[in-house]
């Protein structure tokens, strides 16, 4: 059996796996904030309010390319390169 503190590092571990994915797809304008928001409540890894620079862009690539999804890293460098994120979450 699942000891409780595993059950709660198991969720959290998915809540922060949802909020890197949330957060491909609000900078990669695949939905909006209020679009992803309807959807599934829109867990980011970041405050919503939180300016996206090269920083946020970079912990995504590095997020994805440990999960080896180069589709996602090519991307959001693409991303990164054209400077249309100089936004935060909300205003994307």
């Not at 970079?58 to 991307?75: A, G, M, P, R, V």
Request: hydrophobic letters at 25%; aromatic letters at 12%; a negative charge.
């Amino acid at each position: 059996m699942n000891s409780p503190e595993r059950e709660i590092e198991s969720q959290q571990e998915e809540s922060y796996e949802e909020s890197m994915q949330n957060a491909y797809i609000l900078i990669t304008n695949q939905l909006s904030f209020e679009q992803l928001f309807d959807y599934n409540g829109c867990k980011l890894p970041y405050h919503p309010k939180k300016k996206i620079n090269d920083e946020v862009i970079n912990e995504l690539i590095d997020y994805f390319c440990t999960l080896e999804e180069y589709e996602k890293c090519s991307q959001l460098k693409k991303t990164k390169e054209t400077k249309k994120y100089n936004k935060n979450f909300i205003n994307l």
